[in-house]
């Protein structure tokens, strides 16, 4: 084997240890994600005794502060490049789920009193528009951080295995948490979520962003 073949197998071990970080990492967010989004309208109802309106309103105010992470997020790249931003993401979504995990449960007397019908707490209407913009700097940017470390023929590869990533960790979360569930209550949901969320970061600030395109300009028009 001469220095140049060597030199390629060196290269493509380099590329595919910094890619397993980030497919790890991305199982995380996207198992953590998964969990809140999937089942915090129950969380409204059961845990916090709201009507499921509450439920309603928590998706369409993350949903609502997404589309302006989703605006935001290429200028922001731009400046500080594509892991930093999805970093920042991280530790924004992994704060709130944090503060998250100590809402308490509603009293016995506030559900015989009000069943299903409390409003719901106003650090929600805080919370929820920080984790919705989190969320969408994490999802502009980590796919072409993902695709930055392949060549166009390989662009296929990277790309199956971003998807294979997502959809694992979004069919593996419903599963482990409604496990979770049965042995502990709706408290776990945050907590779950925050932990995941953590984790995501500890593995995704090993990783080295590709220097020539971690600030590359984003089209326009």
Not at 1 to 13: E, I, P, T
Not at 69 to 95: E, Q, S, Y
Not at 126 to 155: E, Q, R
Request: glycine fraction near 6%.
């Amino acid at each position: 084997m001469n220095q140049k073949q060597k030199g390629l197998k060196v290269s493509q071990k380099q590329f595919l240890q910094k890619t397993f970080l980030i497919l790890v990492a991305e199982m995380l967010w996207f198992m953590s994600l998964n969990a809140l989004e999937t089942f915090q309208t129950n969380y409204a109802i059961f845990h916090l005794n709201t009507s499921s309106a509450g439920g309603i309103a928590m998706t369409l105010i993350s949903g609502a502060a997404s589309v302006v992470g989703f605006i935001i997020a290429g200028p922001i790249a731009d400046k500080i490049g594509r892991k930093w931003t999805i970093f920042t993401g991280i530790c924004t979504v992994a704060l709130c789920y944090v503060i998250y995990s100590f809402f308490p449960k509603a009293s016995a007397a506030e559900i015989a009193a009000k069943p299903f019908e409390s409003s719901l707490p106003w650090l929600f209407f805080v919370l929820l528009p920080a984790i919705g913009l989190g969320s969408s700097l994490i999802h502009i940017c980590s796919f072409p951080l993902v695709t930055d470390y392949c060549t166009s023929d390989k662009l296929g590869r990277y790309t199956s295995l971003y998807y294979t990533a997502s959809m694992l960790a979004q069919s593996i979360t419903p599963i482990a948490i409604g496990l979770i569930f049965q042995a502990t209550s709706w408290q776990a949901l945050p907590i779950y979520s925050a932990v995941l969320m953590v984790a995501a970061g500890a593995v995704f600030f090993f990783v080295k962003a590709p220097h020539k395109n971690d600030k590359a300009k984003n089209v326009k028009g």
